[in-house]
């Protein structure tokens, strides 16, 4: 039997090590400008070596814009100026630094700070994942909650883009007072597929969210009730009659008796006339956009970050110089230079995050410049892996770059991550066509169908791969059964009853 000894071996490896530094450039990067505004204030609470930078935007740095040239749809230049250059170049220097390194991180300009916009990279924000949600209490609003469902729908990207703009439009009630015919246009879409979109989140909870006025909205709880009969459905049509107390009129009405009456006036009183508002007080919705896309009069499209939202803070170096050399015990020299790292490398995380999130952005405006020129039926096929190899990043950072982050365009308020699409193949091997855009020819198929000419499936798929759209049969299936369209038996039965 062999004896047990010990022996000492020296084994070199390498592994990522998550600094606290890399921790808090990834949490950054998940959070959008108003929760990265609450949480440099409550670094500069904490941090005595941080200060906010108050000097007036005029003297400050040009803005972070990056100008998009219409020289094509697959052409992408940038007319900058120097600063808007620098927020494009890629950042190659690491985060995984050594927690112990000293004071010189902290340096800056010759007036004793370090502007935001002008500190070195803090680097690649690749890595694990990081729960910025995890830390934080807050009730989740009525529109966390109706997003959350619209992303538990089946919708062809296109509808969910219509979903997402149309939820942002409603009121902290949860109504939606907004006129559909200016929204439709402003999408590049019918009027029809708006409402047909519209009726889908008007099945959402709380009931009777998403109505357009006091009526709808009672009808949809009642629905969900299963309660919304003739003569209740004639109540809630005849709401100024319950108003001015005309119960003689309200009978006449529903065809109902006195006793009736009383129990349907007494049910329609226990509905919720505002739904959204048990979800918080009023304004407790905080949605800002975090980039600009606005046209240029040439047909360019320029992309800058939202500075107003953008929290400006500084290193003072004066400071800290004054009580690092004051400082007596090793408890206070440690404390002084771990503040001023934690300063250092917040500085340089937010200027990373603006150039991570105005590359990703400015990409996504490359690759879907269709869209915001003629709506949602031109958006391209895109993915994470695409946006990710343009801008030399991880699909994980494109990730989070786009999770929580609006973009404000000329058709609306839009998250980033909405404008990402599945492909369909070309028939002939050229360029593929976005999910969305096939449905939208197989919608406008169905459409257009009469009585002695309606296509099944497979006739849909062979008009698609006459026009050069490779697609397989119970892929048609699945994209009809999405958009709620009967099968080809049905619809013949539908229109021969109308006819």
Known sequence: MAGLGQKLETRQSQGLVMTPQLQQAIKLLQLNNLELTAFVEAELERNPLLERDEREEAGGDEPREARVEATGSDELSFDTPAAAEAALDADKEALYSDSSSDMSGASGPASGGVDWSKAGGGGSFDGESYDAAANSAREKTLYEHLHDQLADLSLSPAERIIGAHLIDLAEDDGYLRADLDDTAEKLGCARGELEAVLARLQEFEPAGVMARDLQECLALQLTE??????????????????????????????????????????????????????????????????????????????????????????????????????????????????????????????????????????????????????????????????????VEMHESTVSRVTSNKYVSTPRGLFELKYFFTSAIPAADGGEAFSAEAVRYRIKAMIDAETADDIMSDDKIVERLLADGVDIARRTVAKYREAMNIPSSVQRRRMLKRAG
């Open 225 to 390: 009730r299963d309660r919304l009969d003739p003569a209740m459905a004639a109540l809630v049509d005849n709401l100024p009659l319950l108003a001015k107390h005309d119960y003689d009129g309200l009978k006449a009405a529903c065809g109902v008796d006195g006793e009736d009456l009383d129990d349907m006036i007494a049910e329609v009183r226990a509905l919720t006339p505002k739904p959204g508002l048990g979800f918080g007080e009023p304004g407790a919705r905080a949605v800002e956009p975090d980039v600009f896309v606005r046209q240029r009069p040439d047909g360019g499209w320029a992309i800058e970050l939202n500075t107003e939202t953008l929290p400006r803070v500084l290193v003072n170096n004066r400071y800290a110089a004054e009580i690092s050399g004051a400082a007596r015990s090793s408890e206070e020299k440690a404390f002084i230079t771990e503040c001023a790292q934690n300063a250092s490398w917040l500085v340089k995380s937010l200027d990373q995050r603006a150039r991570t999130i105005l590359k990703v952005a400015s990409e996504i405006v490359r690759q879907q410049d269709a869209f915001f020129a003629k709506g949602v039926a031109w958006m391209r096929p895109l993915n994470l892996k695409t946006v990710a190899e343009a």
